[in-house]
Every structure is written in structure tokens, then in C-alpha cells.
């Protein structure tokens, strides 16, 4: 199969990572740009700078030209770090909820007010290369606004093309990739230095000179001056009702399997 989307590998350093969107990603992205000398690796350009940066094709999986027998070699070499990070996924579902359909600053956020706005909101992603599902829009039509019920009660939710809410699994072909590390988002910065100290890229590059407040480490700094950030993991007991729970974990069955069996941190097998 071709590699996850977000894929990235430091040969030097005998790393791999497949970041997820919702799970931290545009930090690990920042990480990558930096190990590789991009000297606009913390920039305050806009946010999509980390995202669409032609500079990504120096760690990019997907851009490099790495052979099928290397590409095996690295699957099979226990000495070679291949890490993800993995969210619960009702805390994931309703962050990128609250990241792409809420209206005005998300530390203040509330239901979109208006059909329009939430419509223009659905409108937009749907244009998106379709991406978006064609349900988005017919609910804020025959609803008035897209509400976080709404958009959890929709069918095959975790199969949607969509990185935001597929499946965590399948973004980062788990039964493909045997990785040996697997972090909690929900304890990211403690596990995020575990696997930097791990590679040899935590006092470099993760160590200090991160922007945004905390001591300067990565993942310390004040998220919610984040573009992405949303305070979903406060707003989980509050919005999830029963139904919509086991919605979730009836179709997120599969990476509430991984979250629910794993050792976080270093695998003994892989």
C-alpha cells in the first residue's frame, strides 16, 4: 500500500513518524522542518506554512524516493524508530468538529447562531476537492446549522476520506507498519521527550528555543494561541451524550482496540 499521508523519516536518525491531523500534527511537523534545517521552522507565518512548504519534501515519505528494498529493510530493523501518537477518539471527533464548523474564537465557542454561517462553513469544506461529505451540507439545509450531534450521527464517519475523523489506525496503516513506539496525545509532552531522547533529537531539537511560553520544549508551549486548538478534551463530558458515545465507540471500534491494548511508549514486539 502507499505510505500514510503524513509519513516522515530522518534516515540520519533511524526515525520514523506518521502524524495524524488532530493529534498534534502540525507540531511534528515543525519538529521535521527544524531536524532538517529549515530556518523557518518555528515561523509566525501563517499557520499553513508547515502544512503546504515545499521544504517538507526533505522528510516527506511520500516525496522521497526510497526504494521497495530499503523501504523493507526499515520495516524489519528493530533498531529503526517507528513512532506514532494516537487520541481518544471521541476527544479527536469533537476537536476537529470544533476546529472546521464552529463559529468565532473556539475558547469561547458556541453552535453556530445562523444557517448561513454554518453553511457557508459546510459549503466551503465540501468545495474542498469534495473531500467533505455531501451530508454536511444537506444537514445545515434542512436543519439551520450543523450541530455537533448532527455531525457524529452521520453514517460511516470514520471512512470518510477526510484525515480529520478517519480511523487512527487506518491513517497510519497499522498491520503495515510495525511500530515500536506508540505515544498518548493525552500525555504528549512527557511521551514526545521519551522519543526524542529515544532518537537523539531531544536536546537539539526539542529541548528549548519552541515558541509560544512553557519552559521553551516542544508541546510545552501555550496551545491555545494555536490556530488548531480547540479545549475539545475539556468539552468531552459536556457535549458527548450517551448516544453519541457509543456511536463513537462503536465506529471507532478499531482504534479504541489499539488505545485500550497497548503499552504506551516502546514496544516490546513489533
Known amino acids: 500500500p502507499p505510505p500514510p499521508p503524513y509519513l516522515m523519516i530522518s534516515e540520519e536518525h533511524r526515525f520514523l513518524f506518521c502524524g495524524i ?5 502540525t507540531e511534528w511537523l515543525h519538529l521535521f522542518l527544524r ?15 508547515v502544512h503546504y512548504t515545499a521544504k517538507r519534501q526533505a522528510f516527506s515519505m511520500k516525496k522521497l524516493q526510497i526504494s521497495a528494498q530499503r523501504w523493507d529493510e526499515i520495516m ?10 494516537l487520541r481518544d477518539p471521541a476527544e479527536r471527533i469533537l476537536s476537529a468538529f470544533m476546529d ?3 463559529c468565532g474564537n473556539p475558547t469561547t465557542w458556541g453552535p453556530c447562531a445562523s444557517s448561513s454561517s454554518a453553511a457557508r462553513s459546510a459549503q466551503a469544506l465540501v468545495a474542498r476537492k469534495t473531500r467533505y461529505t455531501k451530508a454536511f451540507l444537506d444537514v445545515t439545509r434542512r436543519t439551520g446549522n ?10 460511516n464517519l470514520s471512512s470518510t476520506v477526510d484525515l480529520h475523523w478517519r480511523l487512527q489506525t487506518n491513517v497510519c496503516g497499522f498491520g503495515h507498519i510495525p511500530y515500536n513506539f506508540v505515544g ?5 509532552q512527557e511521551h514526545a521527550r521519551a522519543l526524542l531522547r529515544l532518537v537523539g533529537l531531544w536536546d537539539t531539537f526539542g529541548a528549548h528555543d519552541w515558541p509560544g511560553g512553557g519552559d521553551g520544549s516542544m508541546f510545552s508551549r501555550n496551545t491555545t494561541q494555536s490556530k488548531h486548538f480547540t ?8 457535549l458527548f451524550t450517551p448516544r453519541l458515545l457509543r456511536k463513537v465507540e462503536d465506529e471507532y471500534r478499531a482504534d479504541y ?4 491494548s497497548v503499552r504506551w511508549g516502546v514496544q516490546e514486539r513489533a
Open 35 to 49: 531536524v532538517t534545517g529549515d530556518s523557518a521552522w518555528n515561523t509566525t507565518r501563517p499557520w499553513d506554512y
Open 76 to 85: 524489519r530493523d528493530p533498531g529503526f524508530v517507528k513512532a506514532v501518537f
Open 21 to 25: 491531523p488532530k493529534v498534534g500534527l
Open 100 to 102: 472546521k464548523f464552529v
Open 184 to 188: 498518548d496525545f493525552g500525555r504528549v
Open 231 to 238: 479545549g475539545a478534551s475539556e468539552r468531552v463530558a459536556m
Open 146 to 155: 450543523l450541530s455537533f450531534s448532527d455531525f457524529v450521527s452521520l453514517q
Open 257 to 260: 482496540a489499539v488505545i485500550n
